[in-house]
Each structure stands twice: as structure tokens, then as C-alpha cells.
């Protein structure tokens, strides 16, 4: 059963810097499509960025030039970093994993961009 565990959020100060960590239990190979979604109060939950088992990146618009997403196999996690971060990119995070035609969620972290 694959399992996905977040860490790392909080409380930020705009301009600050934040890592998301995404910990996935169980095994995964082969193909597989990672990413970090989040969902703000009243809004859809929206992808912020993708990597595949390929190494090949995506990113929302909004947070190109300032998050990061990598994965480390050898630790089964996936990592968020998150640089000059704004009031606007609070929200709920989400780990998603795609594998084998099933999708998987972590239950969420919290961040928050406040002065």
C-alpha cells in the first residue's frame, strides 16, 4: 500500500522560505508522475509543480523562478523548496503520486505567507 506523509510547512514572512517535504512509503518503479497541488479557502485545488521518474519538470505560471521540485530515490521523498514566498501563496499543500493508474494523496501541511 503506498502512503504519502508532507512535512515542512508553517508560518512564513513574505520574501521567506519554505521546503516541503513529501515522504512516500511503499515501493514504487518504473513510471510515475509526482507533483505538489494546493488549495487556498474557497478555491480549486491547483497544481503547482510536477516531476516525472524522468526527471522532467512542470510548474504553474505563478511560482516559476521560485519553487523547485526534486525527488530524492534513494530517500523515496519528494521535496517542494519554495523561495520569496508571497502572502498570496498560502494555502493547504498537497503530495500527489500517479502509479500504475492510481492516485495517490498525502494529507496536506499548511502554509502561510503573513507579516
Known amino acids: 500500500q503506498v502512503q504519502l506523509v508532507e512535512s515542512g510547512g508553517g508560518l512564513v514572512q513574505p520574501g521567506g522560505s519554505l521546503r516541503l517535504s513529501c515522504a512516500v512509503s511503499?515501493?514504487?518503479?518504473?513510471?510515475?508522475?509526482m507533483g505538489w497541488y494546493r488549495q487556498a479557502p474557497g478555491k480549486e485545488r491547483d497544481l503547482v509543480a510536477s516531476?516525472?521518474?524522468?526527471?522532467?519538470?512542470n510548474y504553474a505560471n505563478s511560482v516559476k523562478g521560485r519553487f523547485t521540485i526534486s525527488g530524492d530515490n534513494a530517500k523515496n521523498t519528494m521535496y517542494l523548496q519554495m523561495n520569496s514566498l508571497k502572502p498570496e501563496d498560502t494555502a493547504v499543500y498537497y503530495c500527489?503520486?500517479?502509479?500504475?493508474?492510481?492516485?495517490?494523496w498525502g494529507q496536506g501541511t499548511q502554509v502561510t505567507v503573513s507579516s
Open positions: 511503499g515501493s514504487i518503479h518504473n513510471i510515475y508522475i
Open positions: 516531476i516525472t521518474s524522468g526527471g522532467i519538470t
Open positions: 500527489w503520486l500517479w502509479y500504475n493508474g492510481v492516485g495517490y
